[in-house]
Structures are given as structure tokens and as C-alpha cells.
């Protein structure tokens, strides 16, 4: 990582702000700021280590996307008077695979536990959106195949389909 002179002043005064407030951390803060003030450019990713990567606009909306369908799998779910194909389980939200799926997990716990969103999902799932395999390709298609189903931002789906769609490899 490349910091520029402006930008190492700025988070070595952020970093002094943060020593003065957290006297129990002060030490941290201290060997940190020392290290931006002498232009120690390998120690620089230790002070960011604990932050993610992160989801780009486009895959936060991916993962919307795939919570909507999940939710909406849900709700269709529970109106039906006598499902004969589907039950609680298949409907069931997957998640994301803790091993290589990790940003779109904690995303989806993000969306889910945090901002208190996709109550559905939340009430017919296990709590840890661990799928315990990858997923996204197939989420990619079945989100492709759900938004062909799209008529006015509404969805009609038929258990048949719910069936299909979380069928797709």
C-alpha cells in the first residue's frame, strides 16, 4: 500500500486521536502512527489487516437479488394450502460458503442480522447462512432464470416453478 505525505499526516493524527481515547489500546495506536510517521511502507497493511476487501455495487445487488428470490421462495411457500413438491427445507436459504464465499457471507449476514432485513429468510434458517459449498454460480442462474419472471416488480410463481428454480445446477 502507498500512502502519499498528506495522507500519512492525516492517520498519524487520526492515529494520536485514537491513542488519547483509547488509553487501554494506546500502545497499538502508538507502534502503528510510528510506523506511518517514519514511512514504514511494509507495516502499513498490518494497520489494515482487519479489514474485508469487500462487494463491489454490483455484487451487493447480487446478493439482494438472491435474498429477494430466497424471501419471496419463502412467502410463496407459505401460502400454498397443500404443497405437494416443496417443503420448509428446500425453500430453506443456503447462504454463502464460509471457505470461499466469505465476503458474500458476511454481506449476507450484514443485510440479515444487522439491518434487521429478509425476516423470511431469518425465520427458515439456520443462523449462520453457511452453505458448506460454493453456490454463486448457481445463484447467478437462478437469478438470471428469476428475473425473466418479473412482470411489473412482481413475481407469480407456481410451486412447479419454486420446484425448478431451486433445482437448477
Sequence with gaps: MKLDIKERLMLSFQLKILEKLYPEANEYYAKHRKAIEEGYELHYSWITKHLSEGLKKE???????????????????????????????????????????????????????????????????????????PVIPKYKKMVAKWNEYKVDDKYQLTEEQIYEFINIQ
Design 59 to 133: 455484487e451487493c445487488t447480487f446478493v439482494l437479488d438472491v435474498l429477494d428470490m430466497y424471501g419471496s421462495f419463502n412467502l410463496f411457500f407459505n401460502e400454498l394450502k397443500k404443497p405437494e413438491r416443496l417443503t420448509s427445507e428446500l425453500v430453506k436459504f443456503p447462504g454463502f460458503d464460509r471457505n470461499n464465499e466469505i465476503v458474500y457471507l458476511a454481506y449476507t449476514n450484514y443485510c440479515i442480522e444487522d439491518l434487521d432485513r429478509f425476516n423470511e429468510i431469518k425465520k427458515n434458517t439456520n443462523k449462520d447462512y453457511n452453505s458448506l459449498t
